[in-house]
């Protein structure tokens, strides 16, 4: 499985924008770019993903190097409901996400 | 449609007891996952179901952990003998299975083994 590098944690004051970097120097060309999060005693929840390109939803915006080794999810302005685990994840789709251990994000009033 | 549901959402059981976990994911959803989460750790894949066929176990699931999905909807996880390692957070989520394959999870099944 591809693996991807992510720092443990992160802080973020409310109101900002929030930057999540993660590695991935071993992608595949067929290899999505996935993001997930999970908040404090829930499921995981599907936030981004994207291939090659840049792509923007209603929740963030996933930018991708053009390199495809590295990518940052970016929360344009972190709330307190947002602190959670961001887990980066690749898969080419057909196979099951293998999650690591993502990034705690600490949101500050 | 209501999402992944899961039940029970809490489970304690006494070690060597025989445990069972449903998961009824979104009805339009072919591909349905588990995945066991403990604290701390990311969720780690245990198995997952294209249909009713079961196409993928991980090494972590022993022999004691069996999963189901017998008519291509609904499945369950049984787990006999519980042992205490296996106190975790069991996830079950489901897909569509195309593209990115985007999954949706449920909020989860809380074992505590005694």
């Known amino acids: 499985d591809a693996k991807t590098t992510q720092p443990n944690s992160m802080e973020s004051n409310e109101e900002e924008p929030v930057h999540l970097p993660c590695n991935h120097s071993?992608?595949?060309?067929?290899?999505?770019i996935h993001w997930y999060r999970q908040l404090p005693s829930q499921g995981p929840e599907y936030v981004i993903h994207?291939?090659?390109s840049n792509v923007n939803n209603r929740m963030a915006s996933l930018a991708i190097a053009e390199d495809r080794k590295s990518s940052t999810l970016i929360l344009h302005r972190a709330t307190l409901r947002d602190a959670a685990v961001y887990y980066c994840?690749?898969?080419?789709?057909?196979?099951?996400?293998?999650f690591g251990k993502g990034t705690r994000l600490s949101v500050i009033a | 449609d209501t999402g992944v549901s899961q039940d029970p959402r809490h489970k304690i059981t006494k070690r060597g007891q025989n445990v069972t976990f449903r998961c009824d994911p979104i009805?339009?959803?072919?591909?349905l996952y588990w995945y066991r989460q403990t604290l701390g750790q990311g969720p780690e894949f245990l198995t997952y179901?294209?249909?009713?066929?079961?196409?993928?176990k991980s090494r972590l699931l022993s022999d004691r952990f069996s999963a189901e999905r017998p008519k291509g909807s609904f499945s369950t996880l049984e787990i006999q003998r519980t042992e205490q390692g296996d106190s975790a957070m069991y996830l079950c989520?489901?897909?569509?299975?195309?593209?990115?394959?985007?999954?949706?999870f449920g909020a989860g099944s809380r074992l505590t083994v005694l």
């Open positions: 989520a489901s897909s569509q299975g195309s593209g990115a394959n985007v999954l949706t």
């Open positions: 071993t992608i595949s060309g067929t290899d999505y």
């Open positions: 994207g291939l090659t």
């Open positions: 994840i690749l898969g080419p789709g057909n196979t099951p996400l293998v």
């Open positions: 009805s339009e959803h072919n591909r």
């Open positions: 179901f294209q249909n009713e066929a079961q196409l993928e």
